[in-house]
């Protein structure tokens, strides 16, 4: 349950939405299985897994979703052999060169047929709403995963006035000026790794890992030009992570300040465990988050 990365939003206005509400919503579009001509279905399922039919679980106020994608596969190496010999038997029986237009319907066609013989694969993206802090937090690596939850949340409830983070300064000058001086804030240590790329359009990137960032050598490509877009850090013990030049937050761990927390919980089942890892990692991530802020003059747009 612990997040790996982190899509940060921030509410534009106070969300006052009751929990009970939230959970009556979400009831409109809950996960389906796909049926058998569906390329993908998308919607809602309970956090807690099989054990509750809940779609909003909520601990000291946090609110947590979680939504489900299931999506066919077909390989395209199979969609193309198949293609070419229904294209080929066509062409031969009619003495004639099919054109583009009827290719792409033969095309749609075939993958209409496989359809419902393709296997699946599905996956969860977690989500969780601070409504006294002003936080949306997406457990994605990637924009378009959450975007992609951010739109059926939309579609639920009617609006959703979230922003991702802005700054007055680009984290990237900030890490940069960081890695060039050795100036990281105190509560910030700079670890082993980063990624630099130079201004110029289609500039070349530099990936360093495992890598001793105070060398000369690192140096040199800074003084060169080159600009930080992802860096190893770690904020005062307790969080270990990369943040890139649009303040995503991947590889998220946990560290032993943390976890230490944890094992002072006796939890009687999963639902306990669940609740107490969730607890532990909002309460921390409610104390980083700001700091994030801090961090990159971000400008914060809660009313």
């Excluded at 349950?1 to 106070?14: C, D, G, I, S």
Aim: charge should be negative; aromatic fraction near 8%.
């Amino acid at each position: 349950m612990w997040f790996k990365n982190l899509a940060v939003y921030r509410f534009n206005e106070p969300f006052n939405l009751p929990a009970d509400q939230v959970e009556q919503k979400l009831q409109q579009h809950p996960f389906q299985p796909c049926g058998g001509h569906d390329e993908f279905s998308f919607g809602w399922t309970a956090p807690l897994g099989k054990s509750t039919d809940t779609l909003l679980h909520t601990v000291n106020g946090f609110m947590m979703v979680c939504a489900k994608k299931e999506e066919k596969v077909i390989p395209a190496s199979v969609i193309n052999e198949m293609l070419q010999e229904r294209i080929a038997e066509i062409e031969e029986r009619e003495a004639r060169k099919l054109p583009q237009k009827e290719r792409t319907r033969i095309k749609d066609e075939l993958i209409f047929e496989l359809l419902p013989r393709a296997f699946s694969f599905s996956r969860k993206t977690f989500a969780y709403i601070d409504s006294q802090g002003g936080w949306l937090v997406v457990d994605a690596a990637s924009p378009k995963k959450a975007e992609d939850l951010l739109t059926l949340l939309r579609k639920c409830l009617g609006s959703l006035p979230v922003t991702p983070l802005t700054t007055e300064l680009k984290p990237s000058v900030v890490m940069t000026q960081w890695l060039l001086t050795h100036s990281a804030p105190k509560d910030i240590v700079v670890e082993d790794e980063c990624e630099l790329r130079s201004p110029e359009e289609e500039g070349g990137i530099i990936r360093c890992k495992r890598h001793d960032l105070a060398l000369p050598e690192i140096k040199n490509h800074l003084d060169s030009g080159k600009q930080v877009i992802k860096l190893a850090m770690n904020w005062a013990d307790r969080l270990s992570f990369v943040l890139d030049e649009n303040l995503s937050v991947k590889r998220l761990k946990f560290l032993d300040l943390i976890q230490d927390q944890l094992a002072d919980i006796e939890a009687y089942d999963e639902v306990e465990q669940f609740d107490a890892d969730f607890s532990i990692m909002t309460a921390e991530l409610a104390r980083f988050l700001p700091r994030l802020l801090e961090l990159f003059n971000a400008e914060d747009t809660i009313k």
